[in-house]
């Protein structure tokens, strides 16, 4: 389990074989630090395009704050998996992605 965990920073930035990212992606649900760490690295790739984007910031940083509730309550309930399916299932799915949304 301890070499999956290693893994976790290459799997954020979508660094990982096809093969390696789907051993991550099952192993992600069943590790709770791996699960509380994932949830700081999105966040801080959230601050990270509100600083590169500038002019943009506070839109993106109220649409950060209005899920923050929503986030501390995900982290509270240590639940990696319910996570993942939003990150993986959701609107902007696909980890390595680093698009700008639209109009933008």
Same mark, same amino acid.
């Given at each position: 389990?301890?070499? $999956?965990? &290693?893994?976790? =920073?290459?799997?954020?930035?979508?660094?990982?074989?096809?093969?390696? !990212?789907? +051993?991550? #992606?099952?192993?992600?649900?069943?590790?709770?630090?791996?699960?509380?760490?994932?949830?700081?690295?999105?966040?801080?790739?959230?601050?990270?395009?509100?600083?590169? $984007?500038? &002019?943009?910031? =506070?839109?993106?940083?109220?649409?950060?704050?209005?899920?923050?509730? !929503?986030? +501390?309550? #995900?982290?509270?309930?240590?639940?990696?998996?319910?996570?993942?399916?939003?990150?993986?299932?959701?609107?902007?799915?696909?980890?390595?992605?680093?698009?700008?949304?639209?109009?933008?």
């Amino acid at each position: 389990m301890i070499a $999956d965990c &290693a893994n976790l =920073p290459s799997f954020v930035d979508g660094h990982l074989p096809p093969e390696e !990212h789907e +051993r991550f #992606l099952s192993h992600l649900p069943g590790c709770e630090a791996c699960g509380v760490r994932f949830h700081d690295l999105l966040q801080l790739d959230v601050l990270g395009r509100l600083a590169m $984007d500038g &002019a943009d910031a =506070p839109q993106e940083a109220a649409a950060v704050r209005m899920r923050r509730p !929503h986030l +501390r309550a #995900l982290r509270k309930e240590h639940d990696p998996a319910r996570c993942m399916g939003e990150v993986t299932h959701g609107p902007r799915s696909g980890l390595a992605r680093r698009e700008r949304p639209p109009g933008h």
